[in-house]
């Protein structure tokens, strides 16, 4: 949403935004537009309360719901539709870490089962590498740990 609304700005009138900003320009435009969310975020991470969490949280969908930038509406109704989940992920302090990671290994997999015939030999590959099985060998020329 951030990159859409400072595209749109620049876009339109550049010099405009620039003289707004001021000395700091570009680093300043970047990063105006994502901070009170990533204020929200940070006392949801300090306070762990979901009851606050919640309460900060529709406080900033409340203001990106009037705003005038489209693309932040998007992202308030998204916000909005999964309302509970996010605030559940902002008290818990979890990231997409974990799914970057897996999306890591599936590349890897991908890259290793390709000259396979079918994409039945890929989902294979794919389990075999992402499941992390600990008592397959670290070679095929090697024996099998006993189970």
Known sequence: AMDQV????????????????GAGGRKTLRQRLKMALREVYA???AHNSIEQAASDL??????ARRCRLEPFKKLAATLKERFDAVV?????HRSNAFVEAMNGLLQQAKRAAR????SQNFIA??????????????SPFAPAMPQ
């Open 6 to 21: 400072r595209r749109a700005e620049m876009a339109t009138d550049a010099q405009a935004v620039r003289a707004a900003l």
């Open 43 to 45: 006392r949801a991470t």
């Open 58 to 63: 529709r406080a900033w969908l409340s203001w």
């Open 88 to 92: 559940r992920g902002m008290v818990d």
């Open 115 to 118: 000259g396979f015939r079918t």
């Open 125 to 138: 590959i794919a389990y075999l590498r992402m499941s992390k099985l600990k008592h397959l060998p670290a």
